[in-house]
């Protein structure tokens, strides 16, 4: 059976794909009265199971002086968000999502060993596998998008980015969740370049994707200031902006455009503020100011608008190689800067539930605001502790619905420490297959939380150090040290035992 909103006039029934139906009202338009069912469609309050509900703290790190948190946790976002709504509802200013697209694939990771592109001998990093295809997809995001919303401030935004395969189902969905009068934009990133495979298919090349932009409540600008971007201006050999005039009075370059839709009233005004350009023949032109940067440089200034292609949103294969965490899927950290920057201020809380390689918590951690993660892969909770240890001033804390498994990897590696000074010891780890770890720390068990002292791991493609020196405070017995030790598949926990030459 098909739900809808019925009148007298017959609707308009449109397939949105298989079994899939959005039923809408004849003279309405799509945002404004319209539902997406679908077969297993459940409007059932969200059940917690109890049993999944404990979140224990595992670990705690801490480098340099941080002012705000970042949480990263490991568990179904399901159960995960349903916690944090009863814990801290309506309390995140910013929430950005890149779930799975409903693409029918399996992802991996690289990062282990350092290369650039996965193979299909990389392990996996999750899949994007549905049964029911994208009936099962919306089955699975339709929950996580309502306990989302609980979540917001009352002037919070969420962003979910999608691509061609589900952005119209997700659209109309959360249409419905935030309500229609809460859609703010639909802003198109440039995923890749018009070249290649994409180029030369049936179809124009598919290099965008989608973010859905939602607000909790209508109305207000974002809350760090409309993102914008500035483009420097090639010279002439005389130095001065091409193509540009010189305004005397205010002693600065400046461009035109056309009056365009401008009514004469508002060209009265611009005129009255010196904006308006007339050519010999008298043509009115608006005038546009360059701007002179820090390094002398004329930059032309203008706001975002929902065309994201520009350099400072360029794909991952664009950016700077140590930046690349080798996570099949992987965004850039640019896209995230503009996001966070314009959605929120610095001490604003960040969340979101589809970590993966963590690129939003680590961007919201570096510019000043607290954040959270979320993913159910131990691939993404061990790349981003890595990546956060890697910001020179961040304190974070890795939680788990249920304890990371101590899963009995590789028994044969051990960890020893030698006393080589009043307060300094040496930790070593050693094995037959030491080679294969890609990441370890020294930490101490503090209430059950692993409480990190130093930590190290392959940030692309370096070899880790399979010895450490480490000024422990008095305080710290060196036989109460646990070492957690990552290899490509697994992670473990090792007790320290003194090594052999120890009295
Ligand atoms: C597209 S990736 C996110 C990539 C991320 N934006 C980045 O820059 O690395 C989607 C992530 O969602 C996670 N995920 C999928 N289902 C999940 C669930 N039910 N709960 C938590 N995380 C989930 C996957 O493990 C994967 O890491």
Not at 23 to 30: A, G, K, L, T
Not at 216 to 241: D, M, Q, V
Request: with cysteine; proline share 6%; hydrophobic share 35%.
């Amino acid at each position: 059976m098909w739900v809808g909103e019925r009148t007298t006039i017959p609707p308009y029934r449109a397939a949105a794909g298989d079994g899939i139906r959005i039923i809408i009202n004849r003279f309405m338009s799509i945002t404004d009265n319209s539902r997406l069912t679908w077969p297993g469609r459940s409007d059932r309050p969200i059940q917690a199971d109890p049993s999944m509900l404990v979140i224990a703290r595992c670990e705690h790190h801490r480098v340099g002086q941080p002012s705000t948190t970042t949480r990263l946790i490991h568990g179904d976002n399901l159960c995960v968000l349903q916690r944090l709504v009863a814990e801290r509802p309506k309390s995140v200013a910013c929430i950005y999502i890149d779930p799975p697209f409903g693409i029918g694939t399996v992802f991996r990771t690289s990062h282990a060993t350092g290369t650039r592109d996965t193979t299909t001998s990389d392990p996996i990093a999750y899949r994007d596998q549905w049964s029911g295809g994208i009936e099962g997809y919306l089955s699975f995001m339709h929950p996580r998008l309502i306990l989302l919303r609980e979540l917001l401030t009352s002037d919070g935004v969420i962003f979910v980015h999608c691509d061609w395969r589900a952005n119209a189902h997700l659209r109309i969905l959360m249409g419905e969740v935030f309500g229609p009068e809460n859609f703010r934009n639909e802003i198109l990133w440039r995923r890749a370049p018009n070249l290649g495979k994409q180029a030369a298919s049936n179809q124009l090349g598919r290099t965008f994707e989608s973010i859905l932009l939602f607000s909790r409540n209508p109305g207000k600008a974002l809350r760090g200031g409309h993102p914008e971007i500035t483009t420097p201006y090639p010279l002439t050999r005389a130095g001065h902006p091409k193509g540009c005039f010189f305004d005397e009075l205010r002693a600065c370059w400046y461009t035109t455009a056309p009056r365009g839709d401008y009514t004469d009233d508002s060209i009265a005004r611009l005129e009255a503020d010196g904006r308006i350009h007339r050519s010999a023949s008298g043509t009115v032109y608006i005038k546009y100011f360059l701007e002179q940067a820090a390094d002398g440089c004329w930059v032309k200034r203008q706001r975002v608008d929902t065309l994201w292609d520009d350099s400072a949103v360029r794909p991952l294969r664009h950016r700077p190689k140590s930046e690349d965490m080798g996570y099949d899927t992987q965004k850039p950290e640019g896209l995230l800067e503009r996001i966070v920057s314009w959605a929120t201020l610095p001490g604003d809380t960040v969340l979101d539930a589809f970590n993966g390689s963590g690129t939003t918590i680590t961007v919201a951690s570096k510019l000043g605001r607290n954040a959270i993660g979320i993913d159910v892969g131990d691939a993404s909770i061990s790349i981003t502790r890595r990546r956060l240890r890697e910001i020179p001033n961040v304190e974070f804390t890795i939680d788990a619905l249920h304890q990371v498994p101590e899963k009995a990897c590789n028994s044969e590696l051990q960890a020893t420490f030698k006393s080589i000074g009043e307060s300094t010891v040496q930790v070593d780890i050693s094995g037959p297959n030491v080679q294969d770890v890609t990441a370890w720390g020294v930490g101490c068990d503090v209430n059950g939380v692993w409480e990190c002292l130093w930590y190290s791991g392959i940030l692309r493609s370096s070899e880790v150090a399979k010895s450490v020196e480490l000024d422990i405070s008095s305080d710290i017995a060196p036989d109460r040290l646990i070492v957690h030790v990552e290899t490509q598949k697994n992670q473990t926990r090792l007790s320290v035992t003194p090594s052999p030459e120890m009295p």
